[in-house]
């Protein structure tokens, strides 16, 4: 569990204590996990990556974003060249990866299923992705969770008011994506409104998975509440012993947890 992104200066005292000068390091000491929303604007430096892995611990997971250029700006058509480099890049974090988000653009409606095959399927098995759908024709396409079944791939469990919503697990993890309407708060420095109802409805759902998945990643933006690190702490103090914590993970030879 952990936030989308890492580096806000409005989380600098409610969040990030003096003297943490290093935000990545610290946010890895509270948080067991972080989705990447910069991979999203730019593919990072191999150097990037490196740092990445250093500094966050064993255990911790990173989650990226495909690169808008592949989603939005491509539309998934002719990124073959782009979608290397990115892979190739990311790679570098190894055991720390976790799925990669393919974040559909909202102009890519279910028309569109027989690109997002040929796309899907030519991406490594050795990795693992979780695609979002923001067009909501695709809830009526019932052969796209088919597809991501059939490919062992997650389906964005998203919470916002103008994305289609899924409450499904297509593989052996489930990844909820907790988000909210763009300008609403004026800052991120705290809690603007609790949304506790919200919070128990997605601690239902991820409980009616927990005998179908092996693990659950779940992400909150600031835009969900207001400030996100203290949404997530919130949902760990729910969620209780079902969480592994940042530090003290279950090795690798146990059986895995529902959450990280």
């Known amino acids: 569990m952990g936030t989308c992104g890492w580096s806000f200066d409005d989380w600098k005292g409610p969040f990030y ?9 610290y946010y890895a000491s509270q948080f067991s996990a972080v989705e990447v929303d910069s991979t999203w604007y730019r593919i990072p430096s191999r150097s990037t990556v490196e ?4 500094r966050g611990p064993e255990g911790f997971v990173f989650c990226p974003k495909f690169p808008g250029q592949i989603t939005h700006d491509n539309l998934l058509a ?3 060249d782009i979608t290397d480099a990115f892979l190739r890049t990311i790679s570098g974090l190894g055991d720390r990866l976790g799925p990669l988000v393919v ?18 399927g030519a991406l490594p098995v050795t990795m693992r992705f979780a695609v979002e759908f923001r067009h909501k024709s695709w809830l009526d ?15 964005v469990v998203a919470d916002h008011p103008w994305y289609p919503r899924f409450e499904v697990a297509t593989c052996d993890f489930i990844y909820l994506r907790m988000l909210g309407k763009r300008d609403v708060y004026p800052d991120y420095s ?12 997605w601690v239902h759902v991820l409980g009616r998975q927990s005998e179908r998945v092996k693990r659950g990643y779940v992400f909150v933006n600031n835009q969900f509440e207001g400030h996100s690190p203290d949404t997530v702490r919130r949902l760990v103090d729910i ?15 146990e059986p895995p947890r529902l959450f990280e």
């Open 17 to 25: 204590p003096p003297g943490a000068d290093d935000q990545l390091v």
């Open 51 to 54: 740092s990445w892995l250093k």
């Open 78 to 80: 002719d990124s073959e």
């Open 103 to 120: 974040q559909l653009s909202p102009r890519f409606p279910s028309d569109q299923l027989p690109l997002l095959r040929t796309f899907l």
């Open 141 to 155: 396409e019932p052969a796209a969770l088919d597809l991501l079944r059939e490919l062992r791939m997650g389906v």
């Open 190 to 201: 705290e809690v603007r409104r609790q949304r506790n109802h919200d919070l128990a409805h």
């Open 239 to 253: 969620l209780g012993e079902d969480v592994v914590p940042a530090a003290g993970r279950a090795p690798q030879d």
